[in-house]
């Protein structure tokens, strides 16, 4: 099982990125996706979720309306759009992976996921 987050870079704030993670080795249709994020001291915090095959998401209130958690099933990715950043979106972001073939589950915790990507780090400048 793998999974590879890619897109991050520097960014003003008021831009956009698209983070990426492409995963491999396990059946997509039968698993949640969820996106994280680490600052630096502080600890990892939840951003958003996607359940596997009824299309529900899910945001933390401080991403709500800014970022958008999608799924591309022919190229077993999930992207996570980042606009209108902001110096306190710098982080790095991880993508993980858990097993749910109820199709309806989309979750918040860190312990729940049992698969992490390496992390891609974003950075906001004001």
């Known amino acids: 099982v793998q999974l590879q987050a890619s897109g991050g870079g520097l960014v003003q704030a008021g831009g956009s990125l698209r983070l990426s993670c492409a995963v491999s080795?396990?059946?997509?249709?039968?698993?949640?996706i969820g996106w994280f994020r680490q600052a630096p001291g502080k600890e990892r915090e939840w951003v958003s979720c996607s359940s596997s095959s009824d299309g529900s998401t899910s945001y933390a209130d401080s991403v709500k309306g800014r970022f958008t958690i999608s799924r591309d099933n022919a190229k077993n990715t999930v992207y996570l759009q980042m606009n209108r950043l902001k110096p306190e979106d710098t982080a790095v972001y991880y993508c993980?992976?858990?097993?749910?073939?109820?199709?309806?589950?989309?979750?918040?915790?860190?312990?729940?996921?049992?698969?992490w990507g390496q992390g891609t780090q974003v950075t906001v400048s004001s």
């Open positions: 080795g396990f059946t997509w249709d039968y698993y949640a």
């Open positions: 993980a992976a858990v097993r749910d073939p109820s199709g309806y589950g989309c979750y918040a915790r860190s312990s729940e996921y049992d698969y």
